[in-house]
C-alpha cells in the first residue's frame, strides 16, 4: 500500500455492501470497528502490544510484534469484522460466522471493483480472547479478521488456485 487516504465515503459504501450480505432470521451480525487517520497506527501499537502481553516468553518474538506494529504503516483504514453472538442464540453459531464472513466477501469485491487493495488478515491475536476484551466485545462474539484497506502502485497480479476446480466439485445427476 502507498499511504494514499480512502475517503470515508468510499468506506461507507463499502460497508454498505457488506450490509447485503444474507442472514438467517435477520440476525444481521456482522459488526465493524473502522480506524482511520491517526486511529490506524493506535490500533497497531495496541495490537502489537496486546500480543506482547498475552503470548507466553517461549513463543514470543521481536520479529512478530514488530511486524504487528508496522503492518498498517501505509494503510489508510483498518476494519476489525467481528460476528456479534444474539442473546437468544436460536441460530447456530456457523451460520452466523458464515453470515458475517458474507459481509466481509462483499466489502472485498466492492473495494476491488473501486481500485482498493484490501488484506484480510487473522494474524497477531486476533483469535485470543484479549483482543475481544480490548474492544469491548461479548465473550461470544467472534472475529472473523482484521482488514487493512488502502492504494497500492502495485499491479494486480494474476490469480492462482492449487487445486484444481473439478476437485472441488462432485456432480450428482
Ligand atoms: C479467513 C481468512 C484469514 C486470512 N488470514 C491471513 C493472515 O493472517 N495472513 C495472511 O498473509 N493472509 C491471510 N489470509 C489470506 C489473504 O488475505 C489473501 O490475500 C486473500 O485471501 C486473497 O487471496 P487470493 O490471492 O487467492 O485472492 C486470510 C484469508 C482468509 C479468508
Not at 5 to 29: F, G, V, Y
Not at 33 to 45: A, L, N, R
Request: proline share 4%.
Amino acid at each position: 500500500m502507498n499511504g494514499n487516504t480512502i475517503p470515508d465515503e468510499q468506506i461507507m459504501e463499502l460497508l454498505s455492501l457488506a450490509d447485503w450480505a444474507p442472514t438467517h432470521a435477520r440476525t444481521e451480525p456482522w459488526r465493524f470497528i473502522v480506524f482511520g487517520d491517526e486511529q490506524v497506527d493506535e490500533f497497531c501499537i495496541t495490537h502489537a502490544r496486546l500480543y506482547k502481553e498475552h503470548t507466553p516468553a517461549a513463543s514470543f518474538t521481536k520479529e512478530k510484534q514488530d511486524k504487528l506494529l508496522r503492518i498498517g504503516d501505509n494503510a489508510s483504514h483498518v476494519i476489525l469484522c467481528y460476528m456479534k453472538r444474539v442473546s437468544n442464540h436460536k441460530i447456530p453459531e456457523i451460520e452466523e460466522i458464515s453470515a458475517t464472513a458474507c459481509a466481509i466477501q462483499n466489502l472485498l469485491l466492492g473495494a476491488a471493483a473501486r481500485g482498493i487493495a484490501t488484506f484480510w488478515s487473522t494474524g497477531g491475536l486476533t483469535h485470543h480472547p484479549a483482543m475481544k476484551a480490548h474492544f469491548g466485545l461479548g465473550a461470544d462474539d467472534c472475529i472473523l479478521g482484521i482488514l487493512y484497506l488502502g492504494y497500492s502502485d502495485q499491479l494486480l497480479t494474476e490469480g492462482s488456485r492449487m487445486i484444481p476446480l473439478e476437485e472441488k466439485i462432485r456432480w450428482v445427476r
